[in-house]
């Protein structure tokens, strides 16, 4: 079962191969990493050809790849009603809410995105 869930920072630090995140990576086990549907479409409607959405696939195929569900769209709106709406943030809020329904840490390279949200475990991944 999975630890993690990726923010999508760091599976953009993966997919241009930066040495300590790809290290980082290397320590899990199968399964221990997850992608939330949120962050994994993300990342295929910024690949600008094919070729870029196929080597995503490629990078993500070995981590398991969570629907965003009622629980975490429940959690979302816990999350909203206690913090002040910020459109910018609004995505940022849904991936954490996702880790938060799954009782995972989010791994991530911009931990003030997230700061401000209750419960959250959360772990700065640095590159």
Known sequence: MARYLLDTNIIIYAYNS??????????????D?????LSYS???????NTEEA??????TAN???????RLAAETYGQIMRALSYNRRRAFDRM???????????LATNNAQDFED???????????
């Open 33 to 37: 990493v997850a992608v939330s549907t």
């Open 117 to 127: 949200i209750e419960g959250l475990n959360l772990e700065r991944w640095s590159p």
């Open 95 to 105: 991936i954490a809410a996702h880790a938060l329904s799954r009782k995972l840490t």
């Open 54 to 59: 196929e080597r995503l696939a490629l990078i």
């Open 63 to 69: 981590f398991d790849i969570l629907s965003y569900d």
């Open 18 to 31: 930066v040495p300590a995140i790809l290290d980082r990576l290397a320590r899990y086990s199968l399964g």
């Open 42 to 48: 993300e990342l295929l409607a910024g690949a600008t």
